[in-house]
Structure formats: C-alpha cells, structure tokens
RNA sequence: GGAGGUAUAGCUCAGUUGGUUUAGAGCGUUUGGUUUACACCCAAAAGGUCAUAGGUUCGAAUCCUAUUAUCUCCACCA
C-alpha cells in the first residue's frame, strides 16, 4: 500500500462528514445515559457562514464532539431565525426591483412572497456549516418562525399578557415620513450632516424688551413648543423662575422650566421645549407635565396644530420660517453646524421622532431573576469578568421596559383584537378573543375584530429557543430529558437582547413544564454554562463585515486550507471573551480581504504532519523480538508524557480554554510525539521494528487521534482508518475518551534534560560547520549526577543515536579538545578537533556566568529572608533550594572552565 | 455622558487561586540542511526594563490606585 505524499482534505472530509450522517452518528434520542445539550444560537436564515459564525460553531462541536466521545448522549440543536428586520428589508427590497411595492400588497401576499424567498435562499447556511463539519443533529432542526415555534410564542404572549406582565403605551418612535411607518432603531441610519444652528430669542412675557435666546436646528418646531428648559444651577436664568415666555409666530405663552437634562455649556444653556417631536423634550415634558403639541401629519408636513405653514414640508417650513423669524427681529445669529441626522434605511427619509402606541414588556422582576440567576451560580459565565457587565446592564437604574412590538410583518402577529367601538382582547385564536369580549353578553362576530397589525420582535421567539426547539411548550417529554442545555456558546454583544432574556424565559416558564420535583432536582435555567466568544475582527482590529469586505470567504478558506485547518486557525487564536484578531491579508488594490490565513495554514500543515506521521509507521517492516532499551525509554517516556499532557487539556476543557487545549495538543503531537518519540523509535532504513514497539507506537496514536478529534475530525478519522483494520461503526467519532495515568515529574524533567543535551550537541556542530551526521565522540565530567542521570534505561543510548554520537564516556580530564557545554548540571564535551577562540569562549561564558549570579542573588536574598522562610509554604521553599544548589553547581562548572580556558 | 474590557517578543496571543517564569507558543526574521514520513519539512539562533507612575506583600507580568493608549456596549449630541 502507498499513500500520496500530501493529504487530501477536500475528499476525506467530504467522504467522512457523508459517512458520519449515513450511519446516524450525530442522532440523538433521550435514553439511560447522560444527556450533553448545546442549542445552537440560530443564525440568519438568510446568512451565509461568515468567520463569527465559524469560531462559534466549532467551538460548539468541540464541545458536543468531546462530550459524546466521553459516552454521553449528545445533542446539539440546529436551526435558524426568521431575524424580521433584515428579512424583511432584503424581501422588500427584492420586491421593489420587481416593481412590487409592499404597500400595494396584503399581508397574506407579502408572508407569501417571504416565505417563498426563504425557501429558496433560507438555510444555505445550515449547508455550510455541514462542510465545517458541525455534529448537529439535523433531524431536529428548527426555525423561530415554523406553525410551533409561532404557536409558543403567541402562547407565552398572551400568558405574559394574562399575568399582567404586557401593557400597551404610547412611545417615541422612529417615524418614516415617506414609508409612512415606524423604524425599528436598528432601521435607522446616523450619520453626520452640515446645518445650521438658529439662535432665537424669545420675549419673556410682561417685559417689553427683556429677551430669552435658545438654540435650535429645527426652527419650523418653535410652533409645537410646550416650554423653554435651564438647568437649575444656571445662575444667570435664576430670575426668571415662575416667569413665562412668549413663542414668537403663534405668540402663545409658555413657562420656563428647571431641568437638569439641559447641557448649560451648549449654545446659550436655554432649550426650547417640544414634546411631541423630540426624545428627550417628550420625557422632559413628562416630568414638568407639560403639553404635547404635534405640529406634524404622518408625511411629515405641518398639520392645523401649527396654526402657520400648514400642508408645507417641514424643510420649507425651516427655511420659511427661519426667515419670518429674521423678519421680526427674533434671529440673534445663525451658525454653521455637523450634527448627527437619523436617516431611514429604506427610503432615506429623514427619520421624525413621533409618539406611537406600543407593547411593552414590564422588566423589572425578570431582570431580578436573570441577575441573581447567575449571581448565585446557577449559570455560570466564561469567562466570569462578563459578570460586570450583565450586572451593569441589568441594574434596575438601566432596566427599560421591553419594547416587543415591531411595525413589521415577517414575524409573529401580535395576538390583540379590536373592535370598532374601543375593546381589546388578548387571545391564542380570533375564538377565544370574541368569547372574552362577548363574557358579559356582547355579540361581537369574527367581522368585527381586527387583529393587531405588528409583530412581535424577533428576540421575543428567541428567547425561547432552549425550550421550544424540544417542543416543550406542546409536550414537555423532550425538555425532561436534555433540559437544563449544558452550555450556550455566543458572543458577548447580544448578552442582553439574548442571553438574559433566555434566562428571564427558563425561569418564567421551565418550572412549570418540567413539574416541582424535577425542577427542584435539575434547575430551570436553560443552560448552565455560557461561554462568551469574542468578536472576530481583522488585522486593522475592525469589526469583520460584508460591508467593509474586510471578511474572508469562509467556504473559499474551507476550500484551500480544509475545514480541519480553518478550525484549527480559528481555535488556536481564541481565548474566550478576547476578541479574535483573525489576520487574513487584504488585497492591496482592492482593499478587499483575501481568503488566506497563515493560522488556517498552519492549521493545515498540521494535517499534513499527522498524515506523514502515518505514512511513516505503515512503512515500517516488523520483527518479533524484544525492544531496544532505547524503544522502551521511549514508550516509557510517552506514556508518561501523554498522562501528564492529558490532564493538562482535562484541566482547559473545565475552564473553556479551548485554545489552549488546541495548543497543548499540537505542541505534544509535533514536538513529542513526530519530533522526538518517532524519531527515537524510527529503525534504520528498511531495518524492522519490534512488534510490540509498533503496537505501542499504534496505541498512541489511536489516543491522539482521538484527543484530536473535537478540533479537527476529518483527518483523524481518515487516520484512525488506516491505523488498523476496523469494523463499520469502529470510528474515531465514536471512540473512547482516554483516560489518564500517573506520570512521575522527576522523570519527564530527565528526559527534558537529555533532549537539551541533544540540542546543545546539534548547535556546536553547527557553529563549527560539522556535518549532524558526522559522528563524534561525547565526553561527560564524571561524577555522582552524570552517573545517577545516565543510569536511567535507555537514556545513554539514546542520547547515542538522538545526537549522532560514535561514543559516550566517561571524563575526569579538566583538558579537553572540541567543545563544553552544560546540560542539566552536568559538564560535556563533544570532541573533535578544533581550534577555539578562547575570547569568544570566554565572553559567552561569561556572560551565562553573570546571568547565573544575578538568578543565585535573588534567590539568597528570598532565603535569607526570615519570613519567606517561615511564611512560604515548604514546598515552594525547597523549590528555592534546589534552584539555589543546582545554580551554584552550574557557577562551579563556568568557573572552571573559564579557568581552563587560557 | 454612563459602563465594561484590553495593554507581555516585529505580529497574533498564552501565562489558570501571587512562588521551579529575570517570562512561553505560533507566525515572521536570521543561520544551516538534497537526513528515504513530511520543504505543507528538519535542525538551531536572535528577539521582551511584562504600557507608565505609585502602593500592598517576605515575594508582583499576576492584587490595589492613578495616568495614558486602545476597543466595545448603552444613552445621546437642542
């Protein structure tokens, strides 16, 4: 058998991901063993893989991967979101190149329209995230909007409603005077525009020539004014307490308030106050009472109310009226000024505040619980300095109402119904509304209700997710088995609008679907660990967007370094909650990013390492006959090593360093294992191998494999295959978690030694030019350490065939040709012949000599000192100790060389 | 304006409750290599006053305070 030269990600991991779903690897069913849950936060239904999406989901089936190797019954949950605002904006959009106005459509036309759009272009993302290699199980995917998951949400809504937690209000609004309806915040486009700051004064009522100026850019809204606001501390309007101020134009009076929302360093410290058409006067006005005048109709011309310019466009109505109020002497001046202008994303209207009924959610006792849910432990943050931050958010000085209405129609309808004459009622269906309005003997008919018009916000059905994806809210079988979720992984951005508001909803309602008893035993949060990715950012630390194009292609990345090396890049440059600096280079013509990434390069090189790993063990001709001291240092060795390297990786899973267990991994499998373990066991060129050393040597890699198999499946399958012959369902997938072993310190710091000794003996033949394969003779200053250290099984020879030695003995000369070197705390010499430059020699060694003392004072000092002394625990005195003789030793070895040196 | 994070080698980052760390890894750089597994490789080297200034401690990259830089979230810019 041959196997090529170079690995073949693109087939094996095609050929594996298509094997793992045809045997039902990644299918989950509630049975006897432990459950392992992750529910995906559903992505964009609409989205493609972008790198976010990749760290986050490898980091999912790293875990979901690790825990069903380790025997639990693993599942993790796929699915989308309907995310309205932005499906929306693409279907309308889309329609609108069509010739199709949403306006001109019903509502029933336009879900349509949507609903055949997802289908068409929906879940391409689920696709992508099965050539990374997600372990979903895709029987159970959902979607926030399918007939259950709407049904869940109308559900709770109503019982929210029932349970007095929902109220409908009148708010401030982002309002589109072209579209005719109102933006969501995040439909609304800042940016910052040139125009003119009017400085206009007001005559103070009952004065003949005593003046009040303000500063406004909207001059036209002068006409809806309630009052005028100074800070209470503002010494120079403290006379005008109590008195009134008189609107130029209209002429109509109105008091001068106290605020201290009023900035007294901008413009001249007065502000003129409109409640209908401002966020911040309409919340002044609501604390000073004041009376809300709404100048404007829903085009955003000026209506009755204004008593002047009505049917005129606001933006005439500022340039005419800034130019009446010049005519009467009420402009003091005009200044050229940036602000900030709120545009709308899909007409670019300039965007009016205006007051609206909406439906809000009371959040003060739900953000009690989430807080203390994770304050008293029962869901726990990774990492834990994220606490600060939900805290902060979920303070009851922060905490607003939740605003779940949404002027919007791709989502779930809000499920109000209105009759003509004023009624409401909140109900699932158009029957159980009409029997609460009919109760007290009305006779209202389907005709006459009309169901509210918005929908609910999209994190309304989210939050609900880590139940409903198990139907929970139908049959709560499911949610007995895999509820409490183990893990969420997400980013920290949508904490709040998220994280806390699943939390809030496991509370609200898992207890009851659960039963007492099971509540009481597993909990109502829905997940017990959070673990808060990073966000990805470029080289320049931008945040990765389409827009910029600062984002590689993610399939196109899959594509050239597989889906194990993008992975692997990703992974290994992720600490949790650190933002990820994902360097891809930019094209300097375009400025586009190019789908390259030295991480994914080396993610895949090390692929390629395990594959020639492999190539190389299968190349190796057996024979029956007991191992080498050398073999069995070197099993001895790695067995140890790998106990010790295990523990290390247990000990990051415990705590999400998952980067680090990347890391440790590929330091072990590189360095111990390729580079030093197969190098020792390697036979001669063609010569054969104790049977027993390659089953070892099989052995080991079989754990590897499997220890690497969460961050990078495709190829340790592919190399569990050829390992040994394998029965169908005898898959890397679904191996064993190996376990650990004792491993002795003192014994890996032996081998540590020898291989800097090695190490040494490579660098001093080439700094003298010897060839590594010219064999030279060692020499070793004889005494009791050189004696006790070459003593170990093994170690001589090894360090015999490691280094290309010819021999290595024993030396009590002080003279010696060739060159001397310490390694642990003994004297070599590799000798050849060599003329040496004794002041080169001597500064080198000098240098280390002056090293050495610096590192031996710091230490007489801290064990001079008393109260270390006593105060350091003993084991941590005894380290000082043996540093201190070893060092010393070392400082003798200098010495005396420097002394032979002449 | 409110809040939070980050600052360690040229770059990207580790450094887990302060103590075998006068500090590690990968990439990059330099040097050597046609070693029959791998040049997607092997071997080796150089490179850091741990942002700055104080403090706590027997002991600080690690804890505290201030400063500076930088990033993010929330609110807003009359």
């Not at 006897?32 to 760290?55: A, F, K, S, W």
């Not at 029932?162 to 969501?184: E, F």
Request: glycine share 6%; net charge negative; aromatic share 10%.
């Amino acid at each position: 058998m041959s196997l090529p030269k170079h690995y073949d990600a693109q087939a094996a991991e095609k050929k594996w991901y298509q094997y793992w779903m045809d045997k039902g690897f990644f299918r989950s069913t509630p049975d006897e063993r432990e459950p392992y849950t992750i529910v995906i936060p559903p992505p964009n239904v609409t989205g493609v893989l972008h790198m976010g999406h990749m760290l986050n989901n490898t980091i999912q089936d790293v875990l979901i991967r690790k825990a069903r190797l380790e025997g639990k019954n693993a599942c993790w949950v796929p699915g989308t979101d309907h995310a309205s605002i932005a499906t929306e904006a693409k279907v309308v959009k889309l329609l609108r190149e069509k010739g199709i106005k949403k306006s001109d459509l019903s509502r029933e036309e336009f879900m349509q329209h949507a609903f055949a759009w997802k289908d068409k272009y929906g879940g391409i993302i689920l696709e992508q995230l099965q050539t990374l290699g997600a372990s979903c199980d895709w029987e159970r995917t959902r979607f926030t909007m399918e007939p259950k998951l709407s049904k869940a949400v109308i559900k709770v809504f109503v019982d929210l409603y029932n349970k007095g937690h929902i109220y409908r209000g009148l708010r401030m609004t982002n309002w589109d005077p072209v579209a005719k309806t109102v933006l969501s915040n995040e439909e609304v486009i800042y940016t910052n525009e040139n125009s003119k700051l009017y400085h206009v004064r007001y005559r103070i009522a009952g004065t003949e020539n005593e003046w009040l100026t303000i500063a406004t850019t909207r001059p036209e809204t002068i006409l809806g004014d309630s009052a005028i606001a100074v800070h209470p501390e503002d010494e120079r309007y403290a006379h005008l307490a109590g008195k009134k101020a008189i609107v130029p134009l209209v002429g109509r009076e109105i008091p001068i308030i106290f605020d201290k929302y009023v900035d007294m360093e901008f413009g001249t410290g007065a502000l003129k106050v409109t409640p209908a058409h401002d966020m911040n006067d309409n919340e002044i006005g609501e604390r000073h009472n004041l009376k809300v005048i709404d100048i404007l109709d829903d085009s955003g011309a000026l209506n009755e109310a204004a008593q002047f310019y009505v049917g005129m466009d606001r933006a005439v109505a500022r340039k005419q009226s800034a130019k009446d109020l010049k005519a009467q002497g009420h402009i003091v001046k005009i200044e050229n000024y940036t602000n900030n202008v709120g545009r709308s994303e899909r007409t670019n209207a300039v965007v009016e505040p205006k007051l609206t009924e909406q439906w809000f959610l009371k959040m003060d006792t739900f953000a009690a619980t989430a807080l203390a849910a994770v304050e008293n432990g029962e869901v726990d943050f990774f990492p834990p300095q994220m606490l600060n931050m939900y805290r902060n958010w979920l303070t009851p000085d922060n905490v607003r109402d939740w605003c779940v209405s949404r002027q919007l129609w791709w989502g779930q309808q809000i499920p109000a119904y209105y009759t003509a004459d004023g009624k409401m009622a909140v109900a699932e269906t158009q029957e159980e509304a009409l029997a609460i309005l009919n109760k007290d003997g009305g006779s209202y008919t389907a005709e006459d209700l009309k169901q509210d018009e918005d929908a609910v916000d999209t994190w309304f059905s989210s939050w609900l997710w880590p139940m409903a994806v198990f139907d929970a809210f139908e049959d709560p079988t499911e949610l007995k088995y895999y509820y409490p979720t183990n893990v969420l992984v997400t980013g920290w951005d949508i904490m709040f609008f998220w994280v806390a508001r699943m939390i809030m909803a496991g509370y609200e309602w898992s207890g009851d679907l659960l039963g007492p008893e099971l509540a009481k035993e597993k909990g109502v949060h829905p997940f017990k660990d959070v673990y808060f990715t990073g966000m990805v950012r470029d080289n320049k630390r931008r945040k990765m967007s389409k827009s910029l194009g600062n984002s590689p292609d993610s399939m196109e990345l899959m594509k050239k370094y597989g889906a194990d090396g993008v992975r692997y890049g990703i992974l290994s440059c992720s600490a949790a909650g650190n933002d990820v600096i994902f360097d891809a280079p930019f094209d300097k013509k375009s400025g586009k990013s190019l789908s390259e990434s030295k991480l994914c390069e080396t993610g895949r090189n090390f692929s390629n390492k395990l594959w020639n790993a492999l190539r190389l063990i299968k190349g190796w001709p057996t024979k029956d006959s007991p191992p080498s001291t050398v073999n069995r240092l070197a099993v001895k060795w790695l067995d140890q090593k790998f106990n010790e390297t295990l523990e290390s990786i247990e000990q990051s899973f415990k705590t999400y360093r998952l980067s680090e267990a990347v890391k440790t991994l590929y330091n072990f499998i590189w360095g111990d294992f390729c580079s030093w373990y197969l190098e020792m066991v390697k036979p001669d060129y063609q010569q054969p191998i104790e049977e027993t050393t390659l089953e070892h040597t099989i052995n080991f890699f079989e754990k590897l494999m499997t220890l690497l198999h969460p961050f990078m499946p495709h190829i340790t399958e592919e190399i569990w295959s050829h390992l040994r012959e394998r029965e169908e369902m005898d898959r890397c997938t679904n191996s064993t978690w190996p376990t650990g072993g004792e491993y002795d310190e003192g014994f890996l710091y032996k081998v540590e030694t020898m291989k800097s000794l090695i190490a040494s003996t490579r660098d001093i033949r080439k700094r003298n030019q010897l060839k590594d394969k010219e064999t030279l003779d060692l020499a070793v200053q004889d005494g009791e350490g050189a004696r006790i250290f070459l003593a170990e099984m093994g170690m001589a020879e090894t360090i015999v065939k490691m280094a290309y030695l010819s021999s290595l003995t024993y030396t009590t000369e002080a003279d010696h040709e060739g060159q001397g070197f310490i390694a642990g705390t003994e004297q070599y010499y590799l000798l050849f012949e060599k003329t040496i430059d004794v002041a080169a020699e001597r500064e080198k060694l000098e240098k280390e000599l002056n090293r050495l003392k610096g590192f031996i004072k710091g230490i007489e000092k801290k064990l001079s000192n008393e109260r270390f002394v006593a105060g350091a625990p003993a084991a941590v005195v005894e380290k000082e100790r043996k540093k201190l003789s070893d060092g010393k030793a070392k400082i003798e070895l200098i010495e005396n060389e420097l002394f032979n040196l002449k």
